[in-house]
């Protein structure tokens, strides 16, 4: 197998496996048996299950974000525009977290935090580089930082609900909080000058 195959042999494996079972009940013995590989082989395309984990984050934020900024229909209005991403941003953050990370993952292991702040900041960066590429975003510098203090403050409160949410209807009840309650004032304050 060339290396493009196996990488991705493993990623498919531990993605079934890691919906089948969590993270934390998956272990590399396991990927590698499913993916038909010798468990060094692992360690040779990647440092960690965790690492795993992360490159198959990546793998589906981009998608999933390139989708976004694309087949998102354009409001006319900025402000519109704007809270339409932010909240589909955030609906992608959740999905994450829900079914690719799992809430076992994130509130018991010692290295959660960490994790989720590396990915959300990666996370931050692909979406200021995919938003800056839309046409109507102004370019101004001025403007990035408010974009940036947009998003960032968005995610910030998004994976708060990782470590807040008890159940699906209080994740709900979180959203349209975000939603009513604080997104509009955030856009506001990134588009006005």
């Not at 396991?30 to 082989?41: D, F, H, P, S, V």
């Not at 589909?88 to 999905?95: G, M, Q, V, W």
């Not at 968005?154 to 959203?175: E, G, L, M, Y």
């Amino acid at each position: 197998m060339e290396a493009d195959k196996i990488k991705e042999s493993i990623k498919r494996a531990a993605q079934d496996l890691f919906r089948k079972f969590g993270y934390h009940k998956t272990s590399v013995n396991e990927i590698a048996k499913r993916a038909k590989i010798a468990k060094a082989t692992i360690y040779k395309y990647f440092a960690s299950k965790e690492d795993v984990l992360h490159s198959l984050l990546m793998d589906y934020i981009r998608v999933s974000v390139d989708d976004l900024i694309h087949n998102s229909p354009h409001e006319k209005d900025e402000e519109a525009h704007l809270t339409l991403l932010i909240m589909k941003t955030c609906r992608l953050s959740y999905t994450v977290c829900n079914e690719f990370i799992g809430w076992d993952f994130i509130r018991e292991s010692t290295n959660s935090q960490d994790f989720l702040k590396n990915l959300s900041n990666e996370l931050e960066d692909l979406l200021m580089a995919s938003f800056t590429q839309l046409d109507g975003i102004r370019k101004t510098e001025n403007y990035q930082q408010r974009l940036r203090f947009l998003i960032k403050c968005s995610k910030s409160i998004v994976f708060s609900f990782a470590f807040t949410s008890v159940s699906d209807s209080d994740v709900r009840k979180n959203f349209v909080s975000f939603q009513k309650e604080i997104l509009p004032y955030l856009v506001k304050a990134a588009i006005t000058i």
